[in-house]
C-alpha cells in the first residue's frame, strides 16, 4: 500500500482496517504545516512534489524487497525523520511525495530513474448544499433509490447484504453509524489515525451507496455492501493529490477484493501521477465512479472527472422519485430545481456518461460529535456518482469476473434514455445526451 511516513502511530498489517476509535476531527497536519489558511482547491503546496519512477509498479503483489523508489529516497536523504510526510507509492505507480528542496529536486530531474516531478496541489471534494435532517427519515428508501428502481433489484433485496466490496475515497465514514457496513478504513491525512468522518460527505456518499435494509435510517443502492472508508479529505473537505493517489494505490493493492471506487471530489488542475495511478488501477480490475462537478460547465476542465477510463456521473433534479413529472424537490436551498430536469449546478460535457438523482437526497451522515444516527439531506453531483457505484455493486455480484469496461457498459446499456416519458429528464445542457441510471434488472 502507499506508505505514509508519519509523527502518528501507523496502522499496521493485522489492525489495518478495523472500524474502531474516532475521527481526529483535525485539519490536515500537511495542509496545516504549509502555511496555507485556508487552503482551497488548487493551491499549491509548497516545495512539495510528487515523483513517479520508471518503474513497474506491483499491482496487488506484495513484496519485502524494497522498490527502486526507497532506493532513490535512501539515495537522496529523503528518508530523514524530518520528512514527516513522505509519502511511497508501489501498487499503482513507482514512486513517491515529499518535501524537496530546490537542489533536491534539480538532482531527482536529472537522474535517470525518474520519469516526472510534479507540484502537488490541494484538492477538495465538491461543494454540496446541504441540511441535517431533525430525526431519521420516514421512508426507508429514498426517492434517489427509487428515482432508480433500486428497490426493485434482485440482487439488491437478496436477505444478508450485498456481497461487494466498495471502497469511497473522501472525507471518511461514520464509523459508528447503524445504516453502513464499514469493513476497512483508512486514513491518509498526516496527523488523523482513522478513517472515521469528521464531516460527513463521506458518510452521505456511503449511505447512497450502500445504507443497511433493516427497516430502519435508510437503504442504499446496494444494501450492507462492505464499504471501505478510505479517508484522504480532512474534516473541512480538503486534501492533496498525494494523499488520493495514496488511496487509489491503497485500492489497487486490494484490487482482489475492492470491485468498486467511488471519487466524488475534484480539480481543475491536473495530475499525470494519479491519471497513472487510476490507469493502473483500473488494469488491476477496480471499477471507478466519480462526480461530473458542480460548477455548471464542461466537466473535461476537472480532474478525475475528465479521465478517460472512469465513470462520470451528472445529476438530476428529482423530487418523488419516480419520472414523469410530479413535484419539485422539497430541500429549502434548492427552490430553483424542478423535477425532472437537469441539476441547475451540474458539470456536463461528453466525459459525462451517465446521469443519477443527485437533489435532496436523504443519506446517513455525521454532523454533531459522534451522534451515530445523524442523517442529512445534501445536493451535487457528489450524491449522484454513488448511486452509479451502488449499481456497479449490483453488477459485480453477480459478475465477478466483468472488467471494469463490462461494469460500466452495463450500466449504460440498461439506463433509460434521456426522452424516455417515464424515466428520462430534461434540460442538459450539451449535444452528449447521457441516459438516466436505472438498476431495476441487475
Known amino acids: 500500500m502507499a506508505e505514509l511516513r508519519s509523527d502518528r502511530a501507523q496502522v499496521d498489517e ?36 510528487i515523483v513517479t ?8 503483489n506484495p513484496t519485502l524487497v524494497p522498490t527502486k523508489a526507497e532506493r532513490i529516497l535512501d539515495k537522496y536523504n529523503l528518508n530523514s525523520i524530518a520528512q514527516t510526510d513522505t509519502v511511497i507509492y508501489k501498487h499503482a505507480i513507482s514512486g513517491f511525495a515529499a518535501r524537496l528542496t530546490q537542489a533536491q529536486k534539480t538532482a531527482l530531474e536529472n537522474d535517470p530513474d525518474v520519469e516526472f516531478i510534479e507540484q502537488d496541489h490541494v484538492v477538495s471534494r465538491a461543494n454540496v ?11 426507508e428508501v429514498p426517492t434517489g433509490v427509487a428515482r432508480i428502481e433500486a428497490d426493485l433489484s434482485k440482487t439488491h433485496n437478496e436477505p444478508g447484504g450485498v456481497d461487494v466490496d466498495i471502497a469511497v475515497i473522501d472525507t471518511g465514514i461514520n464509523l459508528n453509524h447503524p445504516d453502513l457496513n464499514v469493513v476497512k478504513n483508512m486514513s491518509f491525512v498526516p496527523g488523523v489515525t482513522t478513517g472515521d468522518d469528521d464531516d460527513g460527505h463521506g458518510s452521505h456518499v456511503a449511505g447512497i451507496i450502500g445504507a443497511r435494509k433493516d427497516g430502519h435510517g435508510v437503504v442504499g443502492v446496494a444494501p450492507g455492501a462492505r464499504l471501505w472508508a478510505l479517508k484522504a479529505l480532512d474534516k473541512d473537505g480538503n486534501g492533496s493529490w498525494s494523499q488520493i493517489i495514496a488511496a487509489v494505490d491503497y485500492v489497487t493493492k486490494h484490487s482482489d477484493q475492492i470491485s468498486v471506487v467511488n471519487m466524488s471530489l475534484s480539480d481543475t488542475d491536473q495530475s499525470k501521477a494519479l491519471d497513472r495511478a487510476i490507469d493502473r488501477s483500473v488494469d488491476a480490475g477496480v471499477t471507478y465512479v466519480v462526480a461530473a462537478g458542480n460548477d455548471a460547465r464542461d466537466a473535461k476542465n476537472e480532474t478525475p472527472s475528465n479521465h478517460p477510463r472512469v465513470l462520470t456521473v451528472s445529476a438530476v433534479s428529482d423530487g418523488n422519485g419516480k419520472g414523469g413529472g410530479g413535484f419539485n424537490p ?33 443519506s446517513a451522515s455525521k454532523r454533531q460529535g459522534n451522534n451515530a444516527n445523524t442523517y442529512e439531506k445534501m445536493s451535487g453531483t457528489s450524491m449522484a456518482a454513488p448511486h452509479a457505484a451502488g449499481g456497479a455493486g449490483l453488477i459485480k455480484a453477480k459478475n465477478r469476473q466483468f472488467t471494469p469496461d463490462q461494469v460500466i457498459d452495463t450500466l449504460i446499456k440498461h439506463a433509460k434514455p434521456q426522452n424516455d416519458p417515464l424515466y428520462g429528464f430534461t434540460g442538459d445542457k450539451d449535444g452528449f445526451a447521457e441516459p438516466m441510471l436505472n438498476v431495476k434488472d441487475f
Do not use: W
Open 330 to 362: 422539497p430541500c429549502e436551498d434548492d427552490e430553483g430545481e424542478v423535477d425532472d430536469t437537469f441539476a441547475t449546478f451540474s458539470n456536463f460535457g461528453k466525459n459525462v456518461r451517465l446521469a443519477a438523482p443527485g437533489v435532496c437526497i436523504e
Open 53 to 60: 519512477i520508471k518503474e513497474p509498479p506491483l499491482g496487488s
Open 14 to 49: 493485522k489492525a489495518e482496517g478495523q472500524a474502531t476509535g474516532g475521527a481526529a476531527d483535525a485539519h490536515s497536519k500537511l495542509l496545516d504545516d504549509s502555511g496555507m489558511r485556508p487552503p482551497k482547491a488548487g493551491d499549491v503546496i509548497p516545495d512539495r512534489y
Open 129 to 139: 448544499r446541504r441540511s441535517l435532517l431533525p430525526a431519521a427519515p420516514l421512508n
